[in-house]
């Protein structure tokens, strides 16, 4: 089945203790992203792929790392996280970053920093 | 950043049809008009995307004016299961900002049986 998966789903953790979350796609995607969702401002880009070794800052990269060494995966970082990167993390792919490909996305990673 | 323009909730009853309405008023020549739907507790979900003529899938149908200022999703029979939100979302053709979903605040759609 084509998907995208995350891990871990849900994660609490404390201020300032290194975490990655994982994201994986079995489809071959050239493209892949990372979103956070937080009341009333919706879901915005984080980082973004365009393909192996090649990644670049979407709009709110600011206590986020990414790499993207092979294909398939694509982890977040957060090197010392803090209490407003509380949040719901999307990751997505797509076959290219062209307007015209459709993006899948992951079930979604709830993490809380306290 | 390309703007849309949804009402921010409708309400249908179960097995009738729906339209979702848009407005994307400064869309230009190459913009795509794509709509992702989020259920409770999921990631976003593509629904359908068109550039000028209108589009049918099976999971939905999209209308698009001619001068393109906006476009209409159109579910045939809603059910229970398609209680959402909707996103019209621009897809920019330039630079390498085309990957970028723009998410605005969507219309929540309630479905009642």
């Known amino acids: 089945e084509a998907q995208v998966t995350q891990n871990p789903r849900y994660l609490i953790t404390v201020t300032g203790k290194k975490l990655t979350v994982t994201c994986s796609q079995n489809?071959?995607?050239?493209?892949m992203s990372w979103y956070r969702q937080d009341p009333g401002l919706g879901l915005r880009q984080i980082y973004y792929?365009?393909?192996?070794?090649?990644?670049d800052k979407g709009d709110v990269p600011e206590g986020y790392k990414v790499s993207r060494k092979e294909k398939r995966n694509f982890p977040l970082i957060l090197e010392s996280p803090s209490p407003n990167q509380t949040s719901l993390y999307f990751c997505?792919?797509?076959?290219?970053?062209?307007?015209?490909?459709?993006?899948?996305f992951g079930p979604g990673t709830r993490l809380t920093v306290l | 950043d390309a703007k849309t323009t949804q009402p921010n909730s409708m309400e249908s009853n179960e097995e009738e049809p729906v339209h979702l309405p848009c407005n994307h008023s400064t869309i230009s020549g190459t913009d795509y008009i794509h709509w992702y739907r989020q259920l409770p507790s999921q990631g976003p979900e593509y629904v359908i995307h068109?550039?000028?003529s209108n589009v049918n899938n099976r999971m939905a149908s999209l209308a698009i004016a001619e001068d393109r200022k906006s476009s209409t999703l159109i579910l045939h029979r809603a059910t229970l299961r398609d209680a959402a939100v909707y996103y019209c979302i621009l897809r920019v053709n330039r630079g390498n900002q085309g990957g970028k979903l723009i998410f605005g605040q969507g219309t929540e759609l309630s479905v009642k049986p």
């Open positions: 068109g550039l000028t």
């Open positions: 997505a792919s797509s076959l290219s970053g062209q307007v015209y490909n459709e993006q899948f």
């Open positions: 489809m071959n995607h050239e493209y």
């Open positions: 792929s365009m393909n192996v070794e090649v990644t």
